[in-house]
């Protein structure tokens, strides 16, 4: 039976085990999306945004597929308003 198991390689990403400073230092999506679901206040999310809005100036459709994932977040938050900070709208 051993012959037909999946043999995957992956990466643990343990989003626990990342500070703030060294995510933001990560300069990358992923670190990016982690941030995100670990919000600080809310003008860190504005900075984040930013940066997204920079980082993703040249892929619109990458840029329109975040602006898809923060406003799903934002409605979230609105559904839970006691453990979740608010977002703003992405603009474009």
């Known amino acids: 039976m051993a012959d037909y198991l999946p043999r995957l390689k992956y990466l643990l990403i343990d989003e626990n085990d990342y500070p703030e400073e060294e995510l933001a230092a ?3 999506l992923v670190a990016a999306v982690i941030r ?4 600080g206040e809310d ?20 840029k329109r597929i975040f602006a898809l ?4 977040l934002r ?10 900070p608010r ?4 603009r474009n």
């Open 36 to 39: 995100f679901e670990h919000p």
């Open 43 to 62: 003008r860190d999310l504005l900075r984040l945004i930013d940066l997204l809005t920079d980082w993703l100036a040249s892929q619109p459709e990458l």
């Open 26 to 28: 990560m300069r990358n």
């Open 69 to 72: 994932w923060i406003r799903a």
């Open 75 to 84: 409605a979230d938050a609105a559904r839970t308003p006691s453990s979740s």
């Open 87 to 90: 977002f703003v709208v992405w």
